[in-house]
């Protein structure tokens, strides 16, 4: 059992998250910004949080103002979803 950096359930398996979708890795604003190591690197999610992630934040905002764990869950629609999908 593995366990999901975002609701931190156990979990049979995750699914690696890149912090900067790899969509924008060849967008000039995240190269000026951002290193290739920083634009690499991922969690590790549950299939529930990470389908969420996507579907609440749209793929440039997730790289621009959603690029912690931190701020992933202090999103708005994020944070009760979980706190939902923890008890569950």
């Not at 991922?42 to 934040?57: E, M, P, W």
């Amino acid at each position: 059992m593995v366990h999901c950096e975002l609701c931190e359930r156990k979990v049979a398996a995750t699914t690696a998250h890149h912090l900067i979708p790899r969509t924008l890795h060849s967008n000039k604003w995240f190269k000026k910004r951002y290193t290739r190591e920083q634009m690499s690197q991922t969690i590790d999610l549950c299939r529930d949080c990470h389908r969420q992630v996507h579907r609440f934040i749209p793929h440039k905002l997730l790289g621009r103002e959603f690029n912690e764990v931190a701020k992933i869950k202090a999103h708005p629609q994020m944070g009760p979803f979980i706190e939902w999908i923890k008890k569950r």
